[in-house]
């Protein structure tokens, strides 16, 4: 089943532009992870963001979680052509900490 | 340094034939192990997990099953495919509960 829902499926913009991606979950958690994954590889963690806190970042990314509104987003500043790839939320079952289940993720393409 | 390896990249079985993936971790102890699949251009089904040697929950049974006979070792097994176990099968491990997730590079399985 899935835990997550990535809003949009898709997302085309401008090189140095900025990309939002939000993800929504049901069940309560300890932590959400963001992660990219290039068309048939395997995927890659980019961020962990433990319940308890609002926000995180890391290089040009930005995380923020509403554990109220069982959301978080994923931001991507002054975007490049590399940062073309899927994006994908997880969480865990909250109960079950090991396990880990993944939203349906954002395609996102940057343009020259 | 851990590294995981997961093999074969590709590979294509008749409808009906068996299946073993296998999956291996290097340079950690008692990790968490979890095998994905992932249809074209679509989010990650959890298929199993397992937090140590004979403990494996399964998600999506169906006709696959998990076994774990090595610490680091991780098998997904069917008895006979169907067509519609076609997909890109990811291996994945990690540490403690709800931490990150490091994954192999993938086997696509063509069912035919």
């Known amino acids: 089943s899935q835990q997550g829902e990535e809003d949009p499926q898709a997302l085309s913009i401008q090189e140095g532009e900025n990309a939002t991606m939000n993800c929504s979950y049901k069940t309560s958690i300890n932590n959400l992870q963001w992660y990219r994954q290039n068309s048939g590889r395997g995927l890659v963690h980019l961020i962990l963001i433990r319940s308890n806190e609002r926000e995180k970042h890391s290089g040009r990314l930005r995380v923020t979680l509403d554990t109220s509104k069982k959301s978080s987003s994923l931001l991507i500043t002054a975007s490049r052509a590399a940062d073309t790839a899927s994006y994908f939320c997880a969480t865990d079952a909250g109960s079950s900490a090991s396990k880990i289940i993944f939203g349906s993720g954002t395609r996102l393409s940057i343009r020259p | 340094s851990q590294t995981i390896h997961q093999w074969p990249a590709t590979l294509v079985q008749p409808v009906g034939s068996p299946l073993s993936l296998e999956c291996t971790v290097e340079?950690?102890?008692?990790?968490?192990l979890y095998w994905y699949r992932q249809a074209a251009g679509r989010g990650l089904q959890l298929l199993f997990y397992s937090v140590g040697i004979g403990q494996i929950s399964s998600e999506v049974p169906q006709n696959l099953s998990a076994s774990r006979p090595q610490d680091r070792q991780f098998i997904l097994s069917s008895k006979k495919l169907l067509l519609s176990d076609s997909g890109f099968y990811l291996c994945?491990?990690?540490?403690?509960?709800?931490?990150?997730?490091?994954f192999g590079s993938g086997t696509q399985l063509s069912v035919l």
């Open positions: 340079g950690t102890s008692n990790p968490n």
């Open positions: 994945a491990w990690s540490v403690g509960q709800g931490g990150k997730l490091f």
